[in-house]
């Protein structure tokens, strides 16, 4: 039991000092002919905070519910109640995964809309 806190808790620090996209390798790629770099990198740290107010954790939460919900349904439906169980639990992962995917994304648009809003032609 200690190891498996020390398998959490060691990554946990780690990541808490990154951002999600140092984590998921999703930073814009921009036209960078003619643009002031250390601007820009002043200009991508705020618009990263703008995009700090999508809660992703929510999103994971509210899907992870709703996978559950279902796949405890499908299981009831197909099985008996140790089916129904396994089926929430598998509905949970897969809509909480679509969650933090979906929160993921709408990130990434927020933190575009921002730079082309500040005048930068994003590529990517």
């Known amino acids: 039991m200690k190891i498996l806190g020390v398998i959490i808790l060691v990554p946990a620090v780690f990541l808490g000092c990154a951002t999600v996209e140092d984590l998921t390798g999703?930073?814009?790629?921009i036209e960078s002919r003619g643009v002031n770099l250390a601007q820009y990198d002043q200009d991508?740290?705020?618009c990263q905070q703008y995009a700090d107010e999508v809660e992703i954790a929510?999103?994971?939460?509210?899907g992870a519910a709703a996978g559950a919900v279902v796949g405890g349904v499908f299981g009831a439906v197909l099985g008996n109640s140790d089916t129904a169980k396994r089926g929430a639990g598998v509905g949970a992962v897969a809509g909480g995964a679509r969650g933090v995917g979906e929160g993921?994304?709408?990130?990434?648009m927020v933190i575009k809309r921002c730079l082309i809003g500040r005048g930068y032609r994003v590529l990517n």
């Open 58 to 62: 929510r999103k994971a939460g509210t």
């Open 26 to 29: 999703n930073n814009p790629i």
């Open 44 to 46: 991508l740290i705020e």
């Open 104 to 108: 993921l994304r709408e990130r990434e």
